[in-house]
């Protein structure tokens, strides 16, 4: 029952000219004919045969968000702003939080979105690409001497004689027609269940979705393109920060949604648990959901630290806990990641040293990769050699010296012989200095004979007589 629209594309020969020479050979050449495909005479009305259809999808892909980079692009474009000033309203839009950085991307908020409504609906005219191109323009002439700035702020503020309506009595003519909760209020659809419609608003403790009295906030790094009707009712279905959902000691247990993500809450404000100044709380782990949380589930996780055990060699308690990089354990001043989140309530002690007893890996470069290939004992140091993958290639190494292979060496067909030559290379290599920055000697400057200066006869000091 919908509209579609069939395509086909060839060729329509008005006159034949040189095909009538040639049209013999060419029907003989079936590739030709299938590249260009011949169509009869047509006008406008005729009605045409379909023989056959072939359906072809066309998806298009959205336009990408704006960088820094392209945003200033587009304002060069527009004649908005000068190189001189595009640093300063990146600046601006950032600081005034219209805008968030998802890596280069800028993401627009809510707020963003409240300032464009109001501008569109009651201040069409600032915000027209004409008007701030004409502004500059104008700010030119100023700096020329060729208009007054005091006139030309006097019109901009007041009107001008044939456009009165300027800053101040549109403003003061708009502040009674303005209805902030509609510009604040974006729609987002009719929940299906209860009939009711979604929106989100901006608030002062950031976005929140709406359904009647029902509310929920939104995560605060959540895009904007991101919060669907169907995002909206699992927020609104996601059980509320100040309602408990048991008992723990005596005390209520919340499940909250928070800046850094979900997390149970023991205890309040007002009455937080014994021996703390506030309520304890723990991060929900990444498999768990806000909606299907257990008394269990806040049980475990508010048990957090556990104490693995102690170290029997020299009695150091042995802690698993749960930090914002993730699980890890630690003894004294040593820590270790763990591999899973779920390893804190199940590692044993034994489990704990051997982690412990590993090299430590610094920043996130993770586990060591394996080896490429073994090629034996070396039979000077007798130690395994391998063959590994290095910053500037791959390499061969006893575990003391390192041999990169050369151009005609090929990973897949060298034999262990060759990989001892290779070491063995190195090693005299070494042995003369070749391969080594030798430092340049130090330049000796002739230092000059200072002379010494006389000093000069220090003077006496003179014998005042006093009078008597």
Request: charged share 25%; net charge positive.
């Amino acid at each position: 029952g919908s509209d579609c629209a069939f395509t086909a594309s060839g060729t329509t020969i008005t006159f034949a000219g040189y095909r009538q020479v040639y049209e013999e050979s060419v029907d003989d050449d079936a590739e030709n004919n299938k590249r260009e495909a011949l169509l009869p005479k047509l006008a406008v009305g005729d009605r045409v045969a379909i023989a056959n259809i072939t359906p072809s999808g066309h998806f298009t892909q959205p336009p990408a968000r704006y960088t820094e980079a392209s945003l200033i692009k587009k304002l060069e474009e527009l004649g908005i702003g000068r190189p001189s000033t595009w640093a300063s309203i990146m600046q601006t839009i950032v600081n005034r939080g219209y805008v968030w950085k998802k890596g280069q991307a800028l993401v627009p908020n809510w707020v963003a979105f409240s300032v464009i409504n109001l501008l569109e609906k009651h201040f069409l005219n600032l915000i027209d690409y004409a008007f701030t191109a004409n502004a500059e323009e104008d700010l030119d002439e100023i700096a020329q001497g060729l208009q007054n700035k005091e006139q030309w702020l006097k019109e901009f503020y007041f009107g001008k004689n044939d456009d009165p309506i300027g800053l101040k009595r549109s403003v003061a003519k708009n502040l009674d027609e303005i209805d902030a909760a509609a510009i604040n209020t974006f729609p987002l659809g009719i929940d299906p269940a209860t009939g009711l419609e979604v929106v989100v608003k901006p608030g002062k403790f950031g976005p929140y979705v709406r359904r009647g009295e029902n509310t929920a906030s939104v995560p605060p790094t959540m895009a904007p393109d991101e919060l669907t009707l169907e995002v909206a009712l699992k927020l609104l279905a996601a059980p509320k920060g100040d309602t408990p959902i048991g008992d723990l000691d005596g005390m209520p247990v919340f499940a909250k949604s928070g800046r850094y993500g979900a997390y149970v809450q023991l205890g309040t404000l007002d009455a937080p648990p014994p021996g703390l100044d506030k309520p304890k709380m723990a991060s929900l782990f990444k498999t768990m959901d806000i909606a299907r949380v257990t008394m269990q589930d806040a049980a475990k996780l508010l048990s957090l630290p556990r104490e693995v055990g102690v170290d029997p060699d020299d009695g150091v308690p042995i802690t698993a806990q749960n930090g914002r990089y993730g699980p890890y354990i630690t003894k004294g001043k040593e820590s270790r990641t763990l591999a899973g989140e779920e390893q804190l309530f199940d590692i044993t002690v034994e489990q704990a040293l051997a982690l412990l007893a590993t090299p430590r890996q610094y920043g996130r470069r993770g586990a060591p990769k394996p080896p490429l290939r073994e090629f034996g004992n070396d039979p000077v140091s007798s130690k395994p050699i391998v063959a590994k993958e290095g910053k500037f290639g791959v390499y061969v190494t006893d575990g003391e010296t390192n041999a990169s292979l050369t151009r005609g060496d090929r990973l897949e067909e060298m034999t262990p012989e060759r990989a001892y030559e290779l070491l063995a290379i190195r090693r005299e290599n070494a042995g003369n200095g070749i391969g080594r920055k030798k430092r340049a000697p130090a330049k000796k400057t002739a230092k000059k004979p200072t002379e010494k200066k006389a000093r000069p006869p220090a003077r006496s000091a003179k014998k005042r007589k006093t009078p008597a």
